[in-house]
DNA sequence: GTTAAATACGACATATTTTGTCGTATTTTC
DNA sequence: GAAAATACGACAAAATATGTCGTATTTAAC
C-alpha cells in the first residue's frame, strides 16, 4: 500500500494552520493539537523536527511557541516529507545500511531505480503553497514571487 | 515513509521472469522463487491473486503452472498494485469502513483529495511493459500496438 | 490406483514499522 | 519559585506487512 504517514499529515495541518496566521504570531504545539484534536507529544515531535530543519523557529519558555521561517511556495512535498519522515526511498533495495536481502537475484532494480526516481519528481513539483492552497503572506513578503499560484 | 511492498515487488519480478518465456510455455511459482531466491508461499499467492484477477492464467496438476493472459502494454502500475495490494489510498481517511479519527477536525482533507488522485494519475500512466522494458510479444501478436516503447 | 507435483486458500505466526506515551531537562515569563 | 512552553531520548503499543503451516484439490506419470 502506497501511503503518507501520520508525521507528514501533521506537517501539512501545521503549516496549513500557521500560514492562516501573521506571521509574526506564535502557535504553540498545544494549539495545533488541541485544534486538530491530535496527541500532543507526536505533533510536537514534528514542530522540533521542522525546527531542526530550519522549517520553522521556536521561542522557548513562557509564552514562547513557532513560527513558519521558510517560503512555503518553495517547500516541496519532497523535502517536507524528507523532514519529518527520513529519506524517501519507494524500495528496501535503496537503503545503505540493510539493504534487501533479495537484491543479488532481483530481475527489476533498474525498473525500480527509474520508478523511484520518477516519484521523486513528482513529490518534487508538488509545492505546498499550491497544495495546501496557501496565499503565503510570508513569501510574498521576504521574497519575490515567481509565478502566481492559479486556482 | 512512501514505499511499494514485496508484494507489487514480486508481481513485477513474476511478470518480468514470464516475460522472457514463450508466451504459450508454463512457469511455475517454485521455478520464479527459485529464481529470486524468495519466498514459495508468498510469492505462489501472489501469482494466485494474479490469477483472481485475470492477468495470469493457471493450469493445476503435475505439470502445471502459470502463463500470461493480459498485455502489458496496457496493464499500468495502478492496476497491478490494486490487484496484489488492495485499493490505493494515500490516506486512511479516505476508506469506507474505519475512517480517519481526526477527518472531523481535519484542516486538509480536500488537499489530500488532490494528493492522491494525482497519485493515482502517476502510477496510472506507468505502463508495465514500459517500466519493465519488456518487448511484450503476447501483445504484439494478440493486439496491435499502438506505439513502439523508445528505451 | 497410487504417487508426486503442482495450484488453491484460509488461518495463524512473526517481523517490521509506525505511532503514541512517558520521564526528565531546559528555557523563559510572571 | 511556579508555570508554561520547547527539547529529546527511551520505551510501549498498535498497526501493518510478511511469511509459514496445514490441508484440499487437480492432473500427469508410473
Known amino acids: 500500500m502506497v501511503r503518507i504517514n501520520r508525521k507528514l499529515e501533521y506537517a501539512l495541518m501545521v503549516l496549513k494552520y500557521m500560514s492562516a496566521k501573521a506571521p509574526s504570531e506564535l502557535t504553540t504545539a498545544k494549539e ?13 515531535k514534528v514542530m522540533q523536527q521542522m525546527v531542526h530543519s530550519e522549517l520553522l523557529r521556536s521561542e522557548q519558555g513562557v509564552q514562547g511557541g513557532y513560527f513558519l521561517a521558510t517560503n512555503l511556495n ?10 519529518v519522515s527520513g529519506p524517501m526511498e519507494l524500495v528496501k533495495c535503496f537503503d545503505e545500511d540493510h ?32 497544495l495546501l492552497r496557501i496565499k503565503s503572506p510570508l513569501s510574498a513578503k521576504s521574497q519575490s514571487v515567481k509565478k502566481e499560484v492559479a486556482g
Open 74 to 83: 518553495k517547500l516541496n512535498l519532497f523535502k517536507l516529507n524528507e523532514v
Open 32 to 44: 495545533v493539537a488541541d485544534f486538530i484534536k491530535g496527541p500532543f507529544d507526536t505533533i510536537a
Open 99 to 130: 539493504h534487501c536481502e533479495l537484491s543479488s537475484h532481483c530481475n527489476i532494480q533498474s525498473p525500480l531505480v527509474t520508478l523511484n526516481r520518477k516519484l521523486i519528481d513528482f513529490f518534487q513539483e508538488l509545492s505546498i503553497s499550491e
